[in-house]
């Protein structure tokens, strides 16, 4: 019985992966027996082949039952039911109906079908199975992510109006809805912002012509009509006008109410669905039975959009899949890129994966011919990008020999000063808070609780006399001292984004300062000479674009203890870049930090060539995203019987992987470190591209008898974990 399927990518060295089989659970009955004067069963496809909603690996497979007559007509592949299975009673979805079981025995009759609308569909059960089989989850944890809850009353409600129905839409639906849809050739292929972009307008023209290409686009602008979301609303609109549908994913609700304006402008509002789990369960609901019924042919959201029923799909759309909001936050933790990439493979849609600058799993794509890299070239560049100034180059540290240790060198306050003439100021800080950490003035050890070994910092605006607090157990430290050199004395580490604020605000008086930060993170603001102070990522947008911005904490981004450092402060700093001024316009970026390779690619303004650098680098060092990586994580003595089994399967088949660990892993809260059982420990395993199939589906296996012996404790198994290097 097939669970799932994992399809090729360039370099992977395997086609479609063969049916995952458990040697576990083969001869596994596929229902318990049904006891004497059993109800009636349906004369035709007497029975159903079920998925149990479970998170427990070796029960991931479906299982047989048999169809009453009385709910033979709504017992269809697709819809929600309840089984009896081992005493209890479970929520289920129907695969498939068969003519007869290969269990061997009589079947357990289904309880009760919960809802006749058909909410699985055949094509995303199929996508659920490859998400599935990447990542080594189970395919109950991706549908739980793909299908929202069920709403009874929402259903009835819609049923009443005719908006939904039992089963998948008849062919006249489907005709009626296509005739809503954009005329072909209503919107230009060569007109509007895509037109700046070589092989941009070609891009389009093979979306109108019902073609399926495939682009990773590096956007100049994130403001204005020519910005990011009119770029993807004119692919949309263009694979509209060719009579498919479209599946459009952001990291956030400020993404998400930008694009969603920009589609508006070119489609009809009821041919958008919009599907973000923020809008509460109600709303979320109704658009996913828009658009499984055919209502609406464009589908826009966070990550859960990425499942969307739409029908004949044309396109799918990433904006900015370096962002860790793309990934999920519970098994399998899959990325919204690779579902969707899944998805433009297996039905064969079009795809166009966008941001300010590029990812080295893009790059990779892109090397290997997978997909076509869409670029404005140098003059449109210089034309439509702000002047960058690096406070940390040789011609600034002379005219300022201060400017590498002022938190705000002078080239940065000439730049506000000369910007707040003219419009808003972004100032981009690293850190929210006040001042977030403390260190020893004498040796720069971070200063550490000696009851919890939290972070020691100072609330608000508090004086050198405040005593500090720790920031996790809340306990006075008034008599600390380091741990390393024995010194009392105390300074801040950095300055938050509120402390900023404040003395920009003594700096520049008779300016407004605005900021945007934690739970208080602002959309939009007014084209009014103002200082914006906003984090990394909460960056506001102002329509006219900012007159200047400073990227401070540079050197700060760059420290982080992460392979992606690097490539994610690059990223951060292009997305607040790319909300200026053209250089023509007056509009400036400074920029205080020393990395020479991310400074360089931003003064530049050039995103590909730092991603191929990167990728390159990787490449040499067979780190991801040049080979997948797999984290086991838990106890010392499960980790260690876990990769013991995988090897030895793995040897099985020939092939050997590059290990390391395990190490401890170094927790957050000094207090999750308090097992019983031991110190949590990490193993990692690095996967070539060419076995990545086989050893998935052998770590898949592994999991799931691990489970169901219960031996040992309970392991992590994670793939391509971006926050384990």
Known sequence: MEVGSVASFPGDGSATEEPLQLSLLQGFPAGRPQSPGGPAL??????????????????????DYSVPASLDDA???????????????????????????????????????????????????????????????TLSDVLRV????????????????????????????EAAAGERKPALGSVPATAGPWARYVNGAAFLQHLGAGESPRAVLSALQGFGPAGWPALIAEAVAAVRASGRGAVVVVPDYRDLDRVEEALAALLPREDIARLTADDGPTPRYRSYLRILSG?????????????????????????????????????????????????????????????????????????????????ADRPEVRRTVPRVLNTADSFEQERDPLARIARLPGAAWRAAKEGLERGPVL?????????????????????????????????????????????????????????????????RSATGVLRTAEELGRAFPGKPVITSSGDHVKATVPDTKALVVATVGAEPVAAGGYAAALLLDGDSLLRRENLRAGEDAVRRW????????????????????????????????????????????????????????????????????FTEAIEKQLARQDISLRTAGPAPLLLTDARAGQRESGEDVRTLLFIPYARAAEATRVMRAVKAAAA?????????LRLDGVDVL
């Not at 349906?42 to 299982?63: C, G, Q, T, W, Y």
């Not at 009835?156 to 006249?172: D, F, V």
């Not at 169901?708 to 992590?716: F, I, K, M, T, Y």
Request: charged share 20%; aromatic share 4%.
């Open 574 to 641: 292009f997305n607040a870049a790319a909300l200026v001024k053209p250089a023509r316009e007056g509009g400036l970026v400074v920029i205080t930090a020393d990395d020479t390779a991310g400074v360089g690619a931003l003064l530049r303004w050039d995103a590909g060539g730092y991603a191929r650098r990167e990728l390159s680098l990787r490449q040499e060092l067979h780190l991801p995203p040049a080979v997948r990586i797999a984290s086991v994580t838990g106890g010392r003595t499960a980790v260690g019987h």
């Open 146 to 173: 793909a299908i929202p809850p069920r709403v009874a009353k929402l259903e009835k409600e819609l049923a009443a109006e005719g908006t939904i129905s039992a089963g998948p839409p008849p062919a006249a639906a």
């Open 427 to 491: 100032v981009q800080v690293a850190r929210s808070g006040y001042a977030p950490s403390l260190v020893c003035d004498s040796c720069r050890e971070p200063a550490r609780c000696t009851a919890c070994s939290g972070p020691l910092a100072v609330a608000g605006a508090a004086g050198s006399s405040a005593v500090p607090q720790c920031r996790w157990c809340s306990a006075p430290a008034p008599a600390w001292r380091c741990s390393h050199c024995s010194s009392p004395r105390l300074r």
């Open 295 to 375: 209502t609406a042919g464009v589908a826009v959201g966070t990550r859960s959009a990425a499942y969307a029923p739409v029908h004949n799909l044309g396109l799918v759309v990433c904006w900015d899949d370096g962002d860790d909001l793309h990934i999920e936050q519970r098994s399998p933790y899959a990325h919204t890129r690779e579902v969707l990439l899944l998805r433009a493979e297996q039905e064969g849609a079009a795809c166009l994966m966008a941001a300010h600058t590029r990812s080295t799993e893009l790059q990779r794509l892109v090397d290997a011919g997978w997909a076509r890299a869409v670029e």
């Open 75 to 137: 017992a269809q592949p697709g819809v929600r039911v309840k089984v009896k299975f081992n005493g209890q009673e479970l929520s289920g979805f129907i695969l498939d109906r068969l003519a007869e079981s290969d269990a061997g025995h009589t079947l357990v009759p289904l309880h009760k079908v919960v809802s006749a609308v058909q909410v699985l569909t055949p094509e995303l059960a199929e996508l659920a199975g490859r998400v599935a089989a990447r990542y080594a989850g």
């Open 708 to 716: 169901a012996r219960r031996s040992d404790d309970p392991v992590q």
């Open 42 to 63: 349906a004369h035709m496809l007497p029975v159903a082949r079920v998925l149990i909603e479970s998170s427990l690996p070796h029960l991931d497979r479906p299982f």
